[in-house]
Each structure stands twice: as structure tokens, then as C-alpha cells.
């Protein structure tokens, strides 16, 4: 039974290019959720996706950054014109159902360098 | 906003030794996980409390959820190398969406 699968695992940008990181849940799964985790901080929620729809965004930066979920295929993260600021751990998770006890299953994880 | 807390940051103890992990807020969570995170990893579920008071235990780790919902307790007897690890603690504030604590990062010396 797969886990939830990230990709690419690490990616180096250049400031100013895109970066694309892609999730796919587990199976049976059609919650997704992104996480960002920064340099000696915690996990930060961005994004709550279920297929076709952005449930919650309230986490995502306001500019360069946007999610999707689509019908078929993984969820996409992308950040537009990376800064240095956005080097990090993006953390997709994933979850069966909307429950209140809020249980994650996360992916190792895409660790992208903006140099 | 809500804010979890854990202490202590960093722990360095020798192979079997006990030592006790701490989350506290201010605010109420409906749960709270606790997660275990190795480098270069993504966290993996440890346990969820849900209930005030509630105790879990998972072979050496026992896991506590305060009375009043607003802190929790990470205590693992007898520490051993392979317990070394960065241990997270989280709250649901709605689906999906996780309040995490700094982290604590423990290191268990043979």
C-alpha cells in the first residue's frame, strides 16, 4: 500500500524560475494538504485541497504561490519567480476523509534551494 | 493565534535514560498527534489524544492529554539510540489543518 509520493525529492532553482512540486496520496485518499517547513522552524500549513477544489488557502503567501488538485493527477504545488526566502521542506500529507481528530499521513517530502 | 510550545528544544541524554517531552498552550485543540520526524523525512504519525486526561502508551512511549485539552506529554522510559529523532507535536485546529510546536530534537548516546 503506497504511502503518499512526492516529487522531486530536492530541486534547485535559480531566483526567478518556477519550481513545480507534485503529490500523490494515498491511496483511497482525497484530502491533500501542504506543508512548508522552513529552515529551523516548524511544519507551517499552506494549503487543503479535495479534488477540483481549494478548501483553504489561508496559509499560501498572498503572490507567486498556487495549489491545485486536479481530477486526474497529483496535486500541484508552484511557486512562481522563486526568491531565496522560499528555500524549504514543502511537506504534502494526506487524509481519507474530513475528521475532526485531524490525523495526517505525510510524504518524505520535495526540498527545493533557491540559489 | 495559536501557538504551540514545546520544551525542551534540544535533548541530549545517554542509552537509558527517561526523559519527558512537553507541549503547552493556551488555546483548546479538539486533538492533538504526536509525530515523529527522522532527516530528510516527512513526520509519521506517532499517536492522536483526543480526550482530557487521556494516556496512550506505545511500547515505551507514554502519551498524555491534559485535562483541560490545551497541553500534552511525551515521556519514553529506558531511551535507546533508535528513539533519536526530532518529535513533534501538533493541534487540529479544523480538517486537516495542524498547529505544530517548534519541535523537539532528542539524541539518545550509547
Known amino acids: 500500500n503506497a504511502g503518499v509520493m512526492q516529487n522531486p525529492r530536492h530541486l534547485v532553482r535559480r531566483r526567478g524560475q518556477e519550481a513545480r512540486l507534485r503529490c500523490s496520496p494515498m491511496?483511497?485518499?482525497?484530502?491533500v494538504y501542504w506543508y512548508r517547513q522552513l529552515p529551523e522552524e516548524g511544519l507551517k500549513f499552506m494549503v487543503y485541497l479535495q479534488k477540483e477544489n481549494i478548501i483553504d488557502e489561508s496559509g499560501m503567501p498572498k503572490e507567486r504561490f498556487s495549489a491545485e488538485f486536479p481530477k486526474e493527477g497529483p496535486s500541484i504545488l508552484r511557486i512562481q519567480q522563486v526568491v531565496r526566502g522560499d528555500s524549504a521542506a514543502y511537506f504534502c500529507?494526506?487524509?481519507?476523509?474530513?475528521?475532526?481528530?485531524?490525523?495526517?499521513?505525510f510524504g518524505e517530502g520535495s526540498r527545493l534551494t533557491v540559489l | 493565534t495559536q501557538l504551540l510550545e514545546q520544551s525542551p528544544q534540544f535533548l541530549s541524554i545517554q542509552e537509558g535514560e527517561n526523559l519527558t517531552v512537553y507541549c503547552n498552550s493556551s488555546?483548546?485543540?479538539?486533538?492533538l498527534q504526536w509525530y515523529r520526524q527522522e532527516p530528510g523525512e516527512g513526520p509519521v504519525l506517532l499517536v492522536t489524544?483526543?480526550?482530557?486526561?487521556e494516556v496512550k502508551k506505545l511500547k515505551r512511549l507514554t502519551f498524555q492529554f491534559g485535562d483541560a485539552r490545551k497541553d500534552s506529554s511525551l515521556h519514553i522510559t529506558a531511551a535507546q539510540p533508535g528513539d533519536t529523532g526530532l518529535y513533534l507535536c501538533?493541534?487540529?485546529?479544523?480538517?486537516?489543518?495542524?498547529?505544530f510546536g517548534q519541535g523537539t530534537t532528542l539524541q539518545v548516546k550509547p
Open positions: 501538533a493541534g487540529a485546529q479544523g480538517a486537516g489543518k495542524l498547529i
Open positions: 491511496k483511497g485518499h482525497s484530502h
Open positions: 500529507a494526506s487524509s481519507p476523509r474530513q475528521g475532526s481528530t485531524g490525523e495526517l499521513f
Open positions: 489524544v483526543v480526550t482530557g486526561g
Open positions: 488555546s483548546v485543540f479538539s486533538s
